[in-house]
């Protein structure tokens, strides 16, 4: 499959002069009843096949303002369509991936043929791999683009009609970016692997027997080991998922499971090739806060150094109301009134929800 792309017709026009000379537009009316079509015809080079219905061929047939450019569309269609519109000037588009041609074309009642369109175009057949002859890359990014500048974003393995010439391609997948120039002749068809030598950290987040409340989604962080125990870490990649498939290249990483007040790490190893599953237990209960006319809410999580017994983890002015996610532990929720201070504690056993009212 491929992503849309924009196409600016007016470069289309200009670099094939069409816009020099003005040429007025036709319009339908009661003295211009009568219809005309065309049934284009286009191939990849000269003397070549015509494309067929099974090609990614469109035609777009383009009314012209009155300084000769294009204006609306009027007809498109696939290889085969028939493009119906008044008798006058327009031009035909013909785009088949990142290869475009267009043409001034003047149609008279009734049928109108032009001359075969000729692409002078290949097609590139791209293949992402974990490693080589390895799993495919199916959520692999592949952007492929011309010497004439367009471009066009592909997901997992790609078969693109590209002008012949110079073709660059780059594949993206998490923290794998692989990047190669192909050169491709018209006709021709270019088939190229490009193996990541990584490996595939499946990782998921168990959050325990609480149900997550909708819209609470975990997020996972994958950070590279650092080479010592306190060296800081260096995030590579994350996502907003409870499970996810990392592409990594080899090496010692450490994913980290998060969602609210509630978080774990896990260290993990992968090899070229590999597709290792990291599971992080990330079990959680949840603390509702109901505290009227407070001026603010905080929440602090109990610890086991004398020297700050409590650690805060949320705290928020003109809040009267909280629902948190935390691990299991004990609690201080904090909130202030116009007549003071107000606090209490609870604990949070995973799998529960712990109500607290103040004051």
């Known amino acids: ?23 007025l537009a036709q319009t339908p009316d009661a003295a211009q009843a009568q219809s005309a ?15 067929g219905a099974d090609s990614p061929l469109i035609w777009e047939l383009f009314a ?4 000769g450019r294009p204006h609306d569309r009027v007809a498109n269609g696939g ?44 097609l590139v057949d791209l293949t992402p791999e974990l490693a080589a002859g390895g799993e495919v890359f199916n959520g692999a990014a592949v952007f492929v683009s011309s010497e004439k500048g367009a471009s066009m974003s592909y997901i997992g393995p790609t078969r693109a009609y590209v002008p012949a010439g110079k073709v660059h391609v ?17 006709g021709e068809t270019v088939t190229r692997r490009f193996a990541a030598d990584a490996g595939m950290a499946h990782v998921t987040v168990s959050t325990g027997a609480l149900e997550l409340p909708e819209g609470k ?23 907003m998922l409870s499970a996810r498939r990392f592409t990594l ?19 993990f190893t992968l090899k070229a090739g590999d597709v290792v599953p990291v599971t992080i237990a990330l079990p959680v209960g949840q603390i509702v806060i109901a505290a009227p006319g407070a001026n603010s809410l905080a929440l602090m999580k109990a610890t086991d150094n004398p020297a700050e017994p409590w650690r805060m983890i949320f705290s928020q002015w003109d809040l009267t109301q909280l629902a948190y996610l935390v691990p299991e532990g004990d ?20 799998g529960t929800q712990v109500d607290v009212q103040l004051p």
């Not at 079509?37 to 494309?51: H, I, K, Q, Y």
């Not at 028939?82 to 074309?105: H, I, K, N, S």
């Open 1 to 23: 499959m491929h992503l849309p792309t924009i196409r600016l017709l007016a470069t289309a026009v200009f670099c094939l002069g069409l816009g020099a000379a003005p040429v």
């Open 37 to 51: 079509s065309l049934t284009p015809v286009a191939m990849l080079t000269e003397g070549g096949v015509a494309l």
């Open 64 to 67: 012209l303002d009155p300084n």
């Open 79 to 122: 290889a085969g369509t028939a493009l119906a519109a008044a008798p006058g000037d327009y031009l035909l588009l013909a785009g088949l991936d990142l290869a475009q041609e267009a043409r001034a074309v003047t149609l008279l009642a009734g049928e109108n043929e032009v001359a075969p369109f000729v692409f002078g175009a290949g």
């Open 170 to 186: 780059t594949v993206v997948f998490d923290a794998v970016r692989m990047q190669d120039t192909l050169q491709v002749g018209a």
């Open 217 to 239: 989604v975990p997020r996972i962080d994958i950070f590279a080991a650092p080479a010592t125990p306190e060296g800081a870490l260096k995030m590579v990649v994350y996502d």
């Open 249 to 267: 290249p080899p090496g010692d990483y450490i994913a980290q499971g998060l969602v609210e007040g509630a978080s774990a790490k896990v260290p």
């Open 331 to 350: 609690y201080l929720v904090e909130a202030f009134f116009e007549t003071g201070k107000v606090e209490k504690t609870a604990h949070v056993a995973a």
